[in-house]
């Protein structure tokens, strides 16, 4: 169960009715005043799982270092493009962050994009499971 908070004082419990990704509304106002300082940021996270068939089978990625985590700049030809195909509901797109690559934030080391990267390359012939962040 979730509860969920506006402006009034009136704060209601919500129930989820599937495990679907979260989307998650902030509003920030820097002047209450004023509507025009107010900007909506909405995230989403989601996993996918992607079989490398050998390492002359390319991931597909251009990506930029964006601060610990990786930035998508551009998806093209390769296992992730293939994935984007087969599932249209559930596309990584450009300026999706990746957050973690086969549970290197879980593992208990410092999280940086250089170790995310080093650990899609590692990756040769097998699964790679991605966890993005969209906004």
Known sequence: MFLCCTD???SK???????????????????PASALSKAVVNKVSYVIELQRN??????????AHKGRFLKVKQVK????MKWNEDHPENQVRPNDLIIDVNGIASS????S?????????AVR???????LMRF
């Open 8 to 10: 009034s004082s009136a």
């Open 77 to 80: 030809e390769g296992v992730v």
């Open 54 to 63: 050998g390492p002359e089978e390319k991931m597909g990625l251009d990506v």
């Open 113 to 121: 994009s250089q170790r995310l990267l080093e650990g899609m390359a």
């Open 13 to 31: 419990p919500v129930e989820r009715l599937d495990e679907s990704p979260v989307k998650v509304s902030i509003v920030l106002e820097a002047n």
């Open 125 to 131: 012939d097998g699964a790679i499971t991605l966890t």
């Open 108 to 111: 208990g080391v410092e999280i």
